[in-house]
């Protein structure tokens, strides 16, 4: 061994009494407060239904994620005054990402349940059953052209040929404390060998806030991910997080063709090199050229039967593209510290 140099044993040895006198810091966690808004074809008042939680006026819903180790904790915020919760505190799901048991708070009644991961997979397939039942009794969901039945909708979507782009825009904003650029993302989806123009199909459009990767960020994001693949996999056409769709099985359920064209975007924001802080993407039908003249020709029939002033009577001429659903998500707080109590059920609350 040349002089002057120390052995490498030594160096270990060295470390090892180090680390053993400081100690190292624990996970600080990562907390962030999300502001969910949709809207769509169907009303505001069945959106926030499905949703879970009655919207807030025009803020939507407003949720509090946090992750610290290997739990994961997604609360329901009753107003969106920040992160302190003791006030007005809503449900909330902990989720052991070690063991995938899930446990349910309910801060009005003081009492949680738990559940285990083939359970919440039951609760998924019976909600997706129940929105197919909704949607083939009450059409809430059904806007011109009208989707099809959920099991022809999901046997064409399966194939779907996407055509999808994005591209920097160059516009940058502060969200969240953090800068931001804004990306254009673009997804088209359609049946082989066809166009979107004459045989119609599905167009997803949005804006995309893109910030450096944040590490503990794209741990909280990571986590949710992966709890949503495990719960929905086998059950749902896509793999959303809450903060992505909250309640995906309502709209998958009814609409199969969002599920398959929604996980396609999911898949261009992924490629997108940085961490998201706010995405807003609009999701819309393109008739055939054909159903648009069909329903142009009705359209001029029934304004023509209404006599007089029959337009204003009738409403509005049909649209080539109709709007299904316009989702934005954004964090509106971000916090690099968790408090361990924040991941736990409350003292006194009742096991159900």
């Known amino acids: 061994m040349s002089p002057g140099l120390t052995s490498p044993v030594r160096l270990l040895a060295t470390a090892v009494a180090i680390a053993g006198a400081i100690q190292l810091p624990a996970d600080p966690g990562v907390a962030a407060v999300v502001r969910t808004k949709i809207q769509g074809a169907s009303s505001s008042a069945f959106c926030n239904f ?5 919207a807030n006026g025009d803020e939507g819903v407003t949720r509090y994620v946090a992750l610290k180790g ?25 989720v052991d990402l070690a063991t995938s048991k899930t446990t349910r708070v309910d801060f009005a009644r003081r009492e949680y349940r738990e559940q285990t ?3 919440l997979r039951t609760q998924l397939r019976m909600s997706r059953s129940s929105a197919i039942n909704l949607n083939n009794s009450s059409g809430i969901f059904e806007a011109p052209p009208g989707p099809e039945l959920p099991a022809q909708s999901e046997r064409r979507a399966r194939k779907f040929v996407f055509e999808a ?6 516009q940058t904003r502060v969200i969240a404390g953090e800068t931001a650029r804004a990306i254009e993302v673009s997804v088209i989806a359609h049946d082989p060998g066809k166009s979107l123009d004459t045989d119609g199909g599905w167009v997803a459009t949005g804006t995309v806030w893109l910030a450096p990767h944040k590490p503990s ?24 997080t809450e903060t992505e769709l909250p309640e995906p099985e309502t709209f998958d359920g009814c609409m199969p063709e969002h599920g398959y064209v929604g996980a396609r975007v999911i898949e261009e924001l992924d490629r997108l090199d940085g961490t998201i802080l706010r995405a807003s993407v ?12 069909s329903a142009a020709s009705l359209y001029d029939l029934l304004v023509k039967r209404a006599g007089p ?12 593209r109709t709007t299904i659903l316009d989702m934005t998500w954004e964090y509106a707080q971000i916090a690099n510290r968790v408090d361990d109590l924040e991941l736990a059920v409350p003292a006194g609350f009742k096991k159900k």
């Open 309 to 320: 002033g029959g337009a204003q009577r009738v409403g509005g001429p049909p649209a080539k």
């Open 117 to 119: 991961l083939d359970q």
């Open 165 to 170: 782009s994005s591209r920097d825009t160059g």
């Open 70 to 94: 290997q739990r994961l904790l997604t609360q329901v915020m009753r107003s969106a005054d920040g992160p302190e919760l003791a006030d007005h505190p809503g449900p909330a799901i902990i």
């Open 217 to 240: 960020l794209d741990a909280l994001q990571r986590a949710q991910r992966s709890v949503a693949r495990a719960a929905a996999q086998g059950i749902l056409s896509g793999v959303f």
């Open 50 to 54: 499905a949703l879970g939680v009655a």
């Open 282 to 293: 609009i999701y819309e039908i393109e008739r055939s050229a054909k159903d648009y003249k």
